[in-house]
């Protein structure tokens, strides 16, 4: 089984298809095998690597809570760049995955082509990161308590998650079956190393207006706890794009699919053209109605 070195733990990936190197990074309830559609697809075209996050078998489970955080999350995908020899790939992230892509952007921009970035925002507003938080850590303890296969039964029902179950029943088993899989400890880890206690996006105001880096946010319109959070990057980064999904929750990836992937290579294929431009300044703020010149 290939894997590669990261700080405190080996990371599982896997690759396909050959070019211009993509990497997919999973959320908090998936793991590499949800992003099987997009590799798919892309890796006709895109070299394309997905991994396991630390605490996903078969990547490693580390038993110490202090290597688990978003510093490490960041610096995973780092690793997974140096560990194929990648100078720069596009990295494609969803949910918490999305954090680490945005943290990744900020921390190593020299090695990011591009960011995709779907389903981010959970609790990010600052008026939400207390009972965020909260809900984190309850949600850990029951991991440990109950185990990975009885807390997915809950989470797979959640509101931003009954849209998969909608639209495709069977996906929506393949989702609630692989995080029945998960490792109770590192799920645990995650939730109260990373999840609960990472910052706020809105504390990196100043730093994502200065990312330059092409981005495309992705949100679904029935993904309530991220629409704000999505509209905040919007306006705040002159270098990013939203792109919104009608009658999509949480997974975007799985509920829509196909547009998805058509939009993702729409974009990647705009910046592998140079032909991405960032917003033209004159179409930031403003008024709505030409109101002539002021003295």
């Known amino acids: ?53 630390r605490g996903y078998p078969p990547s490693e489970v580390p038993e110490s809570g202090d290597l688990y955080g978003y510093e490490y999350a960041a610096d995973d995908i780092l690793a997974v760049l140096d560990g194929l020899a990648i100078e720069r790939a596009h990295v494609v992230g969803l949910s918490m995955g999305a954090y680490a892509t945005l943290q990744f952007g900020l921390r190593h921009p020299g090695r990011a082509s591009s960011l995709v970035v779907a389903g981010v925002g959970s609790g990010a507003p600052r008026e939400h990161r207390a009972v965020f938080k909260e809900q984190a ?12 296969a009885a807390v997915a039964e809950e989470m797979a029902l959640g509101a931003t998650r009954i849209q998969l179950l909608v639209k495709d029943p069977a996906g929506w088993q393949r989702f609630k079956a692989h995080l029945a899989e998960h490792s109770a400890v590192g799920s645990a880890h995650t939730l109260r190393r990373y999840q609960a206690i990472r910052p706020s996006l809105y504390d990196y105001e100043a730093e994502l207006a200065a990312c330059s880096l092409p981005t495309l946010l992705v949100v679904g319109d029935e993904d309530e706890p991220c629409l704000d959070t999505n509209l905040f990057l919007k306006r705040t980064m002159p270098s990013a794009q939203l792109w919104m999904l009608p009658a999509t929750g949480h997974a975007v990836n799985l509920e829509e699919p196909a547009a998805f992937n058509s939009g993702v290579q729409a974009f990647l294929s705009a910046v592998d053209r140079g032909c991405w431009k960032p917003r033209d300044p004159r179409a930031i703020g403003g008024d709505v109605l030409p109101m002539g010149r002021r003295g």
């Open 1 to 53: 089984m290939p894997f590669v070195t990261s700080r405190g733990a080996r990371l599982y990936y896997e690759e396909h298809g050959s070019g211009r190197p993509i990497v997919f990074v999973h959320e908090f309830g998936a793991d590499l095998r949800e992003w099987a559609q997009q590799v798919s697809w892309f890796s006709r075209e895109y070299r394309c690597i997905a991994f396991n996050a």
């Open 137 to 148: 850590e309850a949600l850990a303890q029951r991991f440990l308590d109950e185990g990975s």
